[in-house]
């Protein structure tokens, strides 16, 4: 098999995504000795090593890490200016997505039949996490959001705004009131989210006559995953102040109760973001579907 320079970069970019030189293979459908040879001619037309490789792994150089993040948006650009001109072709490929584990598992994933019959030759590598990933060093094509952005490296894409309530089960509730104000809300204990990725404690929000009050609580209790702090709520270690699509169920069947529902908390803003202004076909229709589900 004819291997170009830009088809190299395609293999480069899938070793180091699939974490081996077989993985990739298997993923592009090629033999294993043309990945070798690709990687090894970019590695002769850049003049530098790209990969560590050993019995056990493979590790990017220094060298290796530019190369990727480089490389990375230049081949979405190219594969997108492709796809521009064939707007009837049928969309196929994988498409890398990351989103928190609650969207993906009650949101998302119900609904993925109907994306499926529209794009049945997509294939979707999800992956559900509520710690900040690095899109471009894990080859992720867009990463859905919640909460202010501090990513400036990317593309930024507003796709709704997600209602927070602050409730508590009824157990803890009959045992240790029902806060009525700000004031009293500060004798009861919390579960407490911590950002995975800087560790620190994520204060709670209400808006007040004065504007929007940041508030940290005490806790027993501190989580840095969706399902595990829905959980902890239901087993009443505390008060809870989350996203209210994910809360609603419970809220109706009454595993939980809204508190001080007149200072709700500001909406947080939903977003989907990308490594590059320009968007392959599937990524932007799925973006689109996903739009359509909020």
Same mark, same amino acid.
């Given at each position: 098999?004819?291997?170009?320079?830009?088809?190299?970069?395609?293999?480069?970019?899938?070793?180091?995504?699939?974490?081996?030189?077989?993985?990739?293979?298997?993923?592009?459908?090629?033999?294993?000795?043309?990945?070798?040879?690709?990687?090894?001619?970019?590695?002769?037309?850049?003049?530098?090593?790209?990969?560590?490789?050993?019995?056990?792994?493979?590790?990017?150089?220094?060298?290796?890490?530019?190369?990727?993040?480089?490389?990375?948006?230049?081949?979405?650009?190219?594969?997108?200016?492709?796809?521009?001109?064939?707007? +009837?072709?049928? *969309?196929?490929?994988? %498409?890398? !997505? &990351?989103?928190?584990? #609650?969207?993906?598992?009650?949101?998302?994933?119900?609904?993925?039949?109907?994306?499926?019959?529209?794009?049945?030759?997509?294939?979707?590598?999800?992956?559900?996490?509520?710690?900040?990933?690095?899109?471009?060093?894990?080859?992720?094509?867009?990463?859905?959001?919640?909460?202010?952005?501090?990513?400036?490296?990317?593309?930024?894409?507003?796709?709704?705004?997600?209602?927070?309530?602050?409730?508590?089960?009824?157990?803890?509730?009959?045992?240790?009131?029902?806060?009525?104000?700000?004031?009293?809300?500060?004798?009861?204990?919390?579960?407490?989210?911590?950002?995975?990725?800087?560790?620190?404690?994520?204060?709670?929000?209400?808006?007040?006559?004065?504007?929007?009050? +940041?508030?940290? *609580?005490?806790?027993? %209790?501190? !989580? &840095?995953?969706?399902? #595990?702090?829905?959980?902890?709520?239901?087993?009443?270690?505390?008060?809870?102040?989350?996203?209210?699509?994910?809360?609603?169920?419970?809220?109706?069947?009454?595993?939980?109760?809204?508190?001080?529902?007149?200072?709700?908390?500001?909406?947080?803003?939903?977003?989907?973001?990308?490594?590059?202004?320009?968007?392959?076909?599937?990524?932007?229709?799925?973006?689109?579907?996903?739009?359509?589900?909020?």
């Amino acid at each position: 098999m004819q291997i170009n320079l830009f088809e190299s970069i395609r293999v480069f970019i899938e070793i180091v995504e699939s974490g081996s030189l077989t993985q990739a293979a298997e993923n592009l459908r090629i033999h294993r000795p043309a990945v070798t040879k690709a990687l090894q001619m970019l590695e002769q037309h850049s003049g530098t090593r790209l990969l560590q490789r050993t019995t056990r792994r493979i590790d990017l150089t220094p060298d290796g890490e530019t190369f990727y993040r480089r490389s990375k948006p230049l081949l979405a650009q190219a594969d997108a200016l492709l796809e521009s001109f064939g707007s +009837d072709a049928v *969309l196929r490929g994988q %498409l890398r !997505v &990351d989103m928190p584990i #609650a969207f993906a598992v009650l949101v998302v994933i119900p609904r993925l039949p109907e994306f499926y019959r529209m794009h049945p030759d997509i294939e979707i590598v999800l992956s559900s996490s509520d710690r900040r990933r690095d899109m471009l060093r894990e080859g992720l094509d867009c990463v859905l959001r919640v909460g202010e952005l501090d990513d400036s490296d990317y593309v930024a894409r507003r796709v709704g705004n997600i209602r927070i309530k602050t409730c508590a089960s009824p157990d803890y509730l009959a045992i240790h009131g029902t806060p009525d104000t700000l004031e009293d809300l500060q004798t009861h204990k919390a579960i407490n989210w911590i950002n995975s990725n800087s560790r620190f404690i994520k204060p709670w929000t209400f808006t007040t006559s004065e504007g929007t009050a +940041d508030i940290t *609580l005490p806790s027993k %209790l501190v !989580v &840095d995953n969706s399902q #595990a702090y829905i959980a902890a709520g239901l087993a009443g270690l505390g008060v809870m102040q989350g996203m209210s699509l994910f809360l609603q169920p419970y809220l109706d069947g009454g595993q939980l109760v809204e508190v001080l529902p007149h200072h709700p908390a500001p909406d947080r803003k939903l977003s989907l973001l990308y490594p590059h202004r320009h968007l392959s076909r599937k990524v932007r229709v799925f973006t689109e579907w996903l739009e359509s589900l909020l």
